[in-house]
C-alpha cells in the first residue's frame, strides 16, 4: 500500500530566494548596527538638533551604503555575478535611496511623537536613563530601517544581484 504525500517541495527558486533573505538579514542586522551607530554619533553627539535628524541619517546611510555593498556581494549573493552594471545599479538605488527615499521617512517617523512619549515613559518608570531625543531617533531610525531593509531586498535580489555566475550556471545544469 503506497501513501500519498500531500506536501510538495519547493521550487529551486523559492530555495535560492530563501537563501538570500536568510543570509540578507544577518548581514542586514549587521550593517544596520554599524549604520545605527554611526547615525547615533552624529545625531547626539555631533549634529544635536533634532530639525537636522535627517542630515545625521543622510551622512551614516551614504557611508554604509559603501559596507553594504561589499558585504552583500562577497556574503549575500556571493554566488551571483558582480559586475560594472551591478555596481552602477547598485549605487544609483542607494543614491536615491539615501537622497529622496530614507530621509523623508526618518523625518516622517520622527513625527510619531505619541508613539515615542510612550516609549520614554515607560523607559523613565523603570529607571532606564534615556532622554526623548534618544528615545526619538532611535524610534524614527529603527522604524526607517526596517522599510528600507525590505526594499533593498527586493531591489538587491531582481535588479542588482540578479544573476548567478556562469561557472555555477554550467555546475548546476549537469
Same mark, same amino acid.
Given at each position: 500500500?503506497?501513501?500519498? *504525500?500531500?506536501?510538495? !517541495?519547493?521550487?529551486?527558486?523559492?530555495?535560492?530566494? *530563501?537563501?538570500?533573505?536568510?543570509?540578507?538579514?544577518?548581514?542586514?542586522?549587521?550593517?544596520? %548596527?554599524?549604520?545605527?551607530?554611526?547615525?547615533?554619533?552624529?545625531? /547626539?553627539?555631533?549634529?544635536?538638533?533634532?530639525?537636522?535628524?535627517?542630515?545625521? /541619517?543622510?551622512?551614516?546611510?551614504?557611508?554604509?551604503?559603501? %559596507?553594504?555593498?561589499?558585504?552583500? !556581494?562577497?556574503?549575500?549573493?556571493?554566488?551571483?555575478? %558582480?559586475?560594472?552594471? *551591478?555596481?552602477?545599479?547598485?549605487?544609483?538605488?542607494?543614491?536615491?535611496?539615501?537622497?529622496?527615499?530614507?530621509?523623508?521617512?526618518?523625518?516622517?517617523?520622527?513625527?510619531?511623537?505619541?508613539?515615542?512619549?510612550?516609549?520614554?515613559?515607560?523607559? *523613565?518608570?523603570?529607571?532606564?536613563?534615556?532622554?526623548?531625543?534618544?528615545?526619538?531617533?532611535?524610534?524614527?531610525?529603527?522604524? /526607517? !530601517?526596517? %522599510?528600507?531593509?525590505?526594499?533593498?531586498?527586493?531591489?538587491?535580489?531582481?535588479?542588482?544581484?540578479?544573476?548567478?555566475?556562469?561557472?555555477?550556471?554550467?555546475?548546476? !545544469?549537469?
Amino acid at each position: 500500500m503506497e501513501i500519498e *504525500s500531500h506536501k510538495k !517541495s519547493a521550487p529551486i527558486k523559492d530555495v535560492k530566494t *530563501s537563501k538570500h533573505a536568510s543570509r540578507y538579514l544577518i548581514v542586514g542586522i549587521l550593517v544596520t %548596527v554599524f549604520n545605527y551607530a554611526l547615525f547615533a554619533i552624529l545625531s /547626539n553627539l555631533i549634529i544635536k538638533n533634532n530639525d537636522l535628524i535627517w542630515l545625521s /541619517n543622510f551622512i551614516a546611510t551614504a557611508i554604509t551604503t559603501i %559596507v553594504a555593498y561589499f558585504a552583500h !556581494s562577497r556574503i549575500t549573493w556571493k554566488e551571483r555575478e %558582480v559586475t560594472k552594471h *551591478s555596481i552602477i545599479r547598485f549605487f544609483i538605488w542607494n543614491i536615491i535611496l539615501t537622497v529622496a527615499i530614507a530621509p523623508g521617512f526618518t523625518q516622517l517617523f520622527s513625527l510619531f511623537t505619541p508613539l515615542y512619549k510612550l516609549a520614554y515613559d515607560i523607559t *523613565s518608570a523603570i529607571h532606564l536613563p534615556f532622554s526623548y531625543e534618544f528615545v526619538l531617533t532611535t524610534g524614527a531610525f529603527a522604524l /526607517n !530601517s526596517i %522599510v528600507i531593509m525590505i526594499l533593498n531586498f527586493l531591489f538587491y535580489n531582481k535588479f542588482v544581484f540578479g544573476k548567478a555566475k556562469e561557472s555555477k550556471k554550467q555546475e548546476e !545544469s549537469k
